[in-house]
């Protein structure tokens, strides 16, 4: 496959940010016209069989379910009795992402987002636990790692994106802690299964967006070296847009995960085939974004929910022939990929 070099229009100081300010609201590759970053050109793949379609956490009409537990309900049990419970549900959430990975593999969905509380009150501060507590934790960690194997052998992408309770960069620093415990089991789970992304959030502009951004990369400092390889950072449509982040992104090494929908939403100046070039070059890796479309349309009242399925004409453009996975936030779930698979004309292909 011969990659064509597409360059998008040049525009200078590519180590001087705008400032930072709310774009207007906006359909699909509408955006003012400003004086942004310097965007690298893309490597477009001509024969459009490099987007790589992402599933997230869970299924609409496959039987396949994944359980969770309520701190509230274990906490009347006897820890050996919650320990127990909560193992069963742990191999429980093993099968379900196996069968979840080999639906995937036979339905040409390249990649899937695994719900973070698949080890159910992991970090919980009262009923969290150490998998070697579980009666089965061996088999349960064993059983992971071959659904690692298998994703690896059917060339999978596997990622997880953290509860909104994850703030690297809170003014409490209880809040950060956890969140950075919660980053490292994640990690931990991550390298089970092979998942190469962990996809947070900005966090709060508490004021002053400058300083709540060196918190954030503050934040990054404190993870280990395996839970920040994998850390990527996702621009959303109330605080922080592609502009704001990319300097973080910069200073820390963090990929950025270009959440189209939310840049829709939030925009900053940059054009959509600017804001890919920006976020494709911070990757050392496949780049991973976000689609979605709105459910009452662009011109509805809250364009920010997401609707069941994706309009194909929300998909991106100059996203077409990229090498890049495309997680597809839609409420349809597994029913919304398939249609846009078939809708993009990528077949099978993973």
Known sequence: MTPVRVAPAAFPGYKKLPDPRRGRRAGPGRFPSSDPLRAPALDIATDGNGIRLGLCCTFRDEPIKFFTATAGHLGKKPR??????????????????MAALRFCAESG????????QILPLKTHPQAGYRVEELPEGDAIVRRFH???????????????????????????PDVVASSVAELEYQAEFADWIGADVLIV???GAFGDKPAALEAFCRGVDRLSPAARSRLAVENDDRVYTPTELLPACRSTGLPLVYDVHHHRCLGDGLSIEEATALAVATWDREPLFHL??????WDGPKPSRHHDFIDV?????????????????AKAKEAAVLKLRDELGLGDLP
């Open 80 to 97: 050996a009795e919650a320990l127990a419970r909560l193992g069963e549900l742990c191999l429980a959430n093993a099968e379900a992402l």
């Open 201 to 203: 959030h900005g966090g």
């Open 313 to 329: 004409g929300d998909f991106p453009a100059c996203w077409r022939g990229l090498a890049l996975t495309v997680e597809v936030e």
């Open 109 to 116: 969905i390249g990649c899937f987002r695994v719900n973070s």
């Open 146 to 172: 071959e659904c690692g194997a298998f994703a690896r052998s059917r060339g999978l992408r596997t990622c997880l994106h953290p509860d909104q309770f994850v703030v690297l960069n809170s003014q409490r």
């Open 292 to 297: 979605s479309s709105p459910i009452e349309g």
